[in-house]
């Protein structure tokens, strides 16, 4: 899956309704982002992160964090 900003609220739905339907499933999902503040879902993604057959997130940014 692939989503940017907001467009991350039907691709979650996707994603709960998927995983409640096929517990066995995993979703990969690929979702861009101004800056990691911006991460909507965000606690979400990091409970579920390190469970098995819970989705996989690569976020990108579109800014460049300074330290």
Do not use: V
Not at 9 to 14: A, N, R
């Amino acid at each position: 899956m692939f989503a940017g900003g907001s467009g991350i609220t039907p691709m979650m739905s996707l994603i709960k309704s998927t995983l409640t339907q096929e517990p066995e499933s995993i979703c990969s999902l690929i979702y861009c982002n101004r800056d990691i503040d911006s991460i909507i879902f965000k606690d979400q993604f990091e409970k579920t992160s390190n469970h098995a057959c819970r989705p996989a997130a690569c976020n990108s940014y579109a800014r460049q964090m300074h330290p």
